[in-house]
């Protein structure tokens, strides 16, 4: 709000005050936003819906009324007019953020960043700055919640309130939300803007602490602004929005502490986008509403994803899904991003938190994908302030999907048959000779910006299903696992002895393995296993893991080795993959001469195999390790996955 419009406000409230007799009631119905000190010793009726901050009390301004009215000096409401608005405007100051204060190309450090949230902290009782664990850079965790009730028991506030948690500087060279935050909860807590009646919002404030520490003005060589900025890796150059599974950070690990105790309804992730050029000054991510869910995607789908795209339209921000394109220029179409449970809102979807992450576009203005980041996270506060309710019965309902025996999508791919259209705000693209290459370069031409219908695909379809087991077993020796599943509020029971039980088993059948480093790891994809029934020994201590539980998705994407972030695929069993034990061939032919002549129907088998398989058959070494292989002699351990199902 303006100083004008405040000025309008006081001259009123005194206009009022002076021509109505001191000695009775005063009835004051004010439908403006007001914060007031409140503590008024005469006899007044507020009706106060909504606040702004001004730094003069009513009780202030009731009592210089009064002095106006007794000196009948009606020139001294300017005088009070002034002092109100000087007070207003140093307030203001006072709270300014490092980016406001500079030349609108700016970025806080991380430590501006943590003094302004303590000084808010300090000065605000609605505010409250918590640490929340350790980072790779040794600096702890923070979070900021925003609770007019000025309430902070994380155990309590989600009950009766939706709850909101933005993330910021994951990438720290992509800080516009570092600096929107800082200016939302600022306002927030001056009460420049409407105040959430059943929304609690929450922040951390720089989460790639290293990265933020890590500053320079060449590592985004793609991207307009800030003039200073942080790096993508964090302390140990780590992509931190990789690392939300395999868990190899300690931000990882306080982050899931800090997400179950929150147990947010909404989660948003403020990031920078690389890409296309076009004219839009923001797109978003959404977490992927298939794999979300039934009950919970549609609902974001149909209902709350354009319900915000509405609002920010009346708010002059045209907005657009991620531009992930077919092919060089998004002209001819994009499909929707899938994020998988490695990134930030992947693994957010695994415990029913609707999930968002906020690309602005890296050659717009500075201070344009700030206020752009800023709008952004005031339209999903409004949303989720109305439809609080609905989106925690959205949520609890989303869970009663998946119970033992029910099926699970746990491969997804895109499905080509069902394709919308929207209409695009883009720039003509082309080609021209480059001036640094022999080659042809790719240029947008800004002078041709075009609105026209594209495609558009984002549905995705199941294409592999498990049926949910009762429980999973994990042999105590999986520690790691089991330290994992605590982190993430999975509840477990250990066996009292040693038992016989049930299960199904899994042998690694294949998978292929990425031939780059690739986040501290080399990645398995295209993982596929045999399954068998079968009676196993488990011994006293393991571990028996129920699906009837919260956490069951979190579960099934780890557990099950087909996933594209299971634990198998992060490497957690790759001891499993080596063989330890093995023959030299000279000693191992008697044997397997002797194996072959007690077991004629493994000998036809492998007479059938070097029958149909032509390399096999050229192969002495390939045979003798085909009948290792089939006798007593190989390891069970070798290719055996060591999590097993309950059926």
Known sequence: ?????????????????????????????????????????????????IFITIDITLKKILHLTYTIKKLD???????????????????????????????????ATYQETIRYYTQLATDFPTIKMIEMG???????????????????????????????????GIHAGEPDGIDATMQLFRDLALGKI?????????????????????RNSTSRANQDGPEIYGFRGNGRNYDLNRDFIKTDTRNTKSFAELFHKLNPDVFIDNHVSNGADYQYKLTYIVTQQNQLGTVLGNYLDKEMMPSIVLDLQKKNVPTTPYVNAFSETPDNGFMQFFDSPRYSTGYTSLFNTIGFV???????????????????????????DTNNQKIKQMRLKNEEQYTPKNSYAIKWEIDTTKVSKFSFLGFEAGHKKSEVTNGNRLFYDRSKPFKKDIPYLKEYKSIKEITIPTAYIIPKAFWNVIDLLKSNNITFTQLKKDTLIEIESYKIADYKTSGAAYEGHYIHRDTKI???????????????VATQQKGVKYLLETLE????????NWNFFDTMLQQKEGYSDYVFEDTAAQILKDNPKLKAELEQKKNDDLLFAKSPEAQLDWVYKHSAYYEKAHLQYPIYRIL
């Open 561 to 568: 080795p087909e996933g594209i972030d299971s634990f198998f």
């Open 194 to 214: 409407k105040i959430p009646k059943n929304t609690i919002v929450s922040t951390i404030p720089v989460y790639n602490i290293g990265g933020a520490l890590n």
């Open 73 to 107: 000096m009606r020139f001294y409401a300017v005088a009070i007019l002034l002092f109100s608005l000087a007070s207003y405007a140093q307030k203001d100051s006072k709270y300014s953020t490092f980016f406001e204060k500079g030349n609108g190309n700016q970025s």
């Open 358 to 384: 906020v690309e602005t576009h890296m050659l717009k203005k500075y201070t344009d994908r700030v206020k752009a980041t800023y709008d952004y996270m005031r339209s999903t506060i409004d949303f989720m």
């Open 134 to 168: 350790a980072t790779d850079s040794g600096e702890p965790l923070h979070l900021i919640i925003f609770n007019p009730e000025k309430s902070f028991n994380l155990d309590e506030i989600q009950k009766n309130k939706a709850v909101l948690l933005i993330n910021n």
């Open 530 to 544: 045999v399954a068998k029934k079968e009676t196993k020994a488990f011994a006293k201590g393991d571990y028996v």
């Open 1 to 49: 709000m303006s100083f004008i419009t405040i000025a309008i406000y006081i001259t009123i409230i005194i206009d009022i005050f002076i021509n109505i007799p001191i000695d009775i009631t005063i009835p004051i119905d004010i439908d403006i936003y007001i914060a007031i000190d409140i503590d008024i010793d005469i006899d007044v009726d507020i009706d106060v819906d």
